[in-house]
Every structure is written in structure tokens, then in C-alpha cells.
């Protein structure tokens, strides 16, 4: 009988280490079950976006195709739209890492804004309402409105004057094309060709010759561009500097003599 006792004893904790080990084995299993559709579920996301990124790929050859098998000629109209087309798709993808990283910057600077918003609520709004904004509403907005007068009366003006130019231009290559066919008469027939279908679109030819300007103006000109930019785009945040009250709440403070 004793023996017995001790049979069942044994069997007993040998029953509850081997329920023990399975379920440590059962937990385990759950564990690598969930890691691998983790792992699924995040390789079908992989699958979503190279998807996507092939079917993108597929229509721009179809496009390019297209684009290419109606073309049996080169010439300045095709230059300027192809260049055209590559600013605005460079564009597009520039716009849209802007925006990711205008969402993570927001998303980093809220809880700053939010503190400095309530320390400008504490101590700062009763003194910008009493001292600055009379002086903002008398002085700062109608120097603003004049500025903003005169740059528009600028811009009508610089508008007027390129559109005659443009005229002259267009004018200029319509008088020249018919001269320019009369020199090439004993040439070879692919070029009378080619310069009759260009001299068909005036226009063209000045949209060409202006974009091809204005981009050897950029590669020239590209650092006085780059220096003359960062400036535009840093001149609002200092007005913003020193027209408001921010230097008292945010500024070096000088030291004590």
C-alpha cells in the first residue's frame, strides 16, 4: 500500500512537470505563432507597396511608349514638353517628402508650441494687447499695405512689359522663318522639312528658347539663387522676430554689468 502512495505521488508531480513543460512549449508556440503573422502581415504590406510601385513603373513606360512611337522627329516643342513633364514629376515627388516631413516636424514641435503658447497666455498676451497692437494696427499694417501696393503695381507693370517682349519675340521668328526657308532651299529635304514644321509654331520656338535661357541662366546663376532663396524664405520668420514681442519672452537675455 505504501508503495501505491508513493506510485501515485510520483506519478502525480511527473503529470504536473509534464503539464508544466507543455504548457511552456503550448505558450511558446502562441508566442512564434503570433511573431510569424507579425512578420506575414508586414510582408503583405512589402507586397502592397511594390505593387503599387509596379503598376506606377508600368504606366510611365506605357506612357513613355506611347509618347515616343508618335514621335518620328525631335525638335524644340517635344524638348521644352519633355522638360516640362520631368519639373512637374520631380515636383510632385518633392511635394510629397515635404509633406512627410512637415507632418513629423508638427508632430515633433506640438507639445513646444503648446508650452509656449500657454507661457504667451500667462505672461505675455496682457502686454502685447496693452503696449504692441496699437502700435502694430497704427504703424506695421498700413506700411504693409503700401509695400503690398507697389509690389502689385510692380508685378502688373513687369507683366505688361514681358508680354510686349513676347509679342516682339514671336513677331520676330514669324518674319524670320520665311527668310531662313529661302536660304535653305538648295539644302537637304529633311531639314526644309524640319524647319518648316518648326517655323508652323512661333511660339513654340520662343517657349523653347526661353526655358532653354532660363535654365543656363539657373546653372549659372544657381548659388546667388540659392543665397537670394534661403533669404526670401527666412525674411517672414524675421519680420515675425522683430515685429512681435517674441525676443521679450524667447530672446539672450544681456548680461548684468
Avoid at 529661302?182 to 511660339?203: P, Y
Avoid at 532653354?212 to 532663396?229: C, G, H
Avoid at 524664405?233 to 515685429?243: A, E, I, M, S, T
Wanted: hydrophobic share 40%; charged share 25%.
Amino acid at each position: 500500500e505504501n508503495k501505491l502512495k508513493l506510485l501515485k505521488q510520483k506519478s502525480e508531480s511527473q503529470l504536473s512537470a509534464v503539464e508544466s513543460d507543455h504548457g511552456k512549449e503550448k505558450s511558446n508556440l502562441l508566442k512564434t505563432i503570433g511573431n510569424l503573422e507579425n512578420d506575414i502581415s508586414k510582408m503583405r504590406g512589402d507586397i502592397n507597396k511594390l505593387q503599387k510601385k509596379f503598376e506606377s513603373a508600368r504606366d510611365e513606360l506605357a506612357n513613355w511608349e506611347d509618347l515616343h512611337g508618335s514621335r518620328s522627329y525631335c525638335n524644340l516643342t517635344h524638348i521644352s514638353e519633355d522638360t516640362w513633364a520631368a519639373t512637374v514629376a520631380t515636383s510632385k515627388v518633392a511635394s510629397e517628402h515635404v509633406a512627410v516631413g512637415a507632418a513629423y516636424v508638427a508632430k515633433v514641435s506640438e507639445p513646444h508650441v503648446k508650452t509656449a503658447q500657454q507661457l504667451y497666455e500667462e505672461h505675455v498676451k496682457e502686454h502685447v494687447d496693452k503696449h504692441y497692437a496699437p502700435i502694430h494696427e497704427k504703424h506695421v499694417v498700413p506700411f504693409v499695405g503700401v509695400i503690398w501696393d507697389l509690389a502689385c503695381r510692380g508685378a502688373e507693370r513687369v507683366a505688361a512689359f514681358s508680354a510686349v517682349v513676347y509679342g516682339k519675340m514671336v513677331s520676330i521668328v514669324e518674319i524670320g522663318c520665311p527668310k531662313l526657308e529661302k536660304t535653305l532651299e538648295n539644302s537637304n529635304s529633311a531639314i526644309i522639312s524640319f524647319v518648316k514644321k518648326e517655323c508652323d509654331d512661333a511660339s513654340g520656338i520662343v517657349n523653347a528658347l526661353l526655358l532653354f535661357l532660363l535654365v543656363v541662366l539657373i546653372l549659372i546663376f544657381r548659388k546667388v539663387l540659392w543665397r537670394t532663396l534661403k533669404k526670401i524664405v527666412c525674411f517672414p520668420f524675421k519680420v515675425l522676430w522683430y515685429c512681435t514681442p517674441l525676443p521679450l519672452a524667447f530672446g539672450k537675455k544681456r548680461p548684468q554689468r
